[in-house]
């Protein structure tokens, strides 16, 4: 049974450029949930997306945006990058209903920018 | 919103011993409690989690206790062991923005667990 899983692991851009990152959700899961985790600190909620479209959204500006594909796979996309964005993207997935509280996370993409 | 404090950042033990972490919430709607461990280079692994209508939940060497009234819950684990060593993360699962799966984390916990 295939875990979540992430690509690329790791990734290094520059100021300004856009970034794609992806996930496939565990075998069974409908739901994908993006998270931030700065160095030294826990992750940090970006947003959610079920049945394709984004259902909730924490406190990022739109610069970040996301996708789920009817696979229930999904990316997370980044404009304009900012040094600040340089981080570990964690993708979690999850299967609505009871129970849908409990994220099972990949290794992530480690993005450096420079 | 919601907002988890976790103590201590970093706790050194001696194999054997027990480890306890804290957290605090500050969310009274909050009713989902998990805690996460995350090794080197890995993502964070479900341990243990808690629902608000239970007030303590064991597996084996690892316990989570609840208070629900103080918002404060614990993780213990006993006999710990050098693989224990990880940074451990509590949670609290934020209902406001209408949906599952909104985790607010605490800061994390570095244990050592010293041969």
């Known amino acids: 049974d295939a875990g979540v899983t992430q690509s690329p692991t790791h990734l290094i851009k520059t100021r300004g450029q856009q970034v794609t990152l992806r996930c496939s959700p565990k075998?069974?899961?409908?739901?994908v949930s993006w998270y931030q985790q700065a160095l030294g600190q826990g992750p940090q909620f970006i947003f959610q997306y079920y049945e394709e479209e984004e259902r909730q959204r924490g406190n990022f500006p739109d610069r970040f945006s996301g996708h789920q594909f009817p696979n229930y796979s999904s990316e997370l996309n980044v404009n304009a990058l900012l040094l600040g964005d340089s981080a570990l993207y964690l993708c979690?997935?999850?299967?609505?209903?009871?129970?849908?509280?409990?994220?099972?996370f990949g290794s992530g993409t480690q993005l450096s920018v420079l | 919103g919601e907002n988890v404090e976790q103590h201590p950042s970093t706790l050194s033990v001696q194999e054997g011993d027990s480890a306890v972490i804290k957290c605090t919430y500050s969310d009274s709607a909050s009713n989902y409690f998990p805690w996460y461990k995350q090794e080197l280079g890995k993502g964070p692994q479900l341990i243990i989690d808690i629902r608000s209508n239970v007030g303590e939940k064991k597996d084996q060497r690892i316990a989570v206790t609840l208070n629900k009234t103080a918002k404060h819950f614990s993780l213990h684990i006993t006999e710990t062991q050098p693989e224990d060593s990880a940074v451990y993360f509590c949670?609290?699962?934020?209902?406001?923005?209408?949906?599952?799966?909104?985790?607010?984390f605490g800061k994390g916990t570095k244990l050592s667990v010293k041969p």
């Open positions: 075998s069974g899961h409908d739901t």
């Open positions: 949670a609290a699962e934020w209902r406001g923005g209408g949906s599952q799966g909104n985790l607010i």
């Open positions: 979690a997935s999850s299967l609505v209903g009871t129970g849908g509280e409990k994220l099972f």
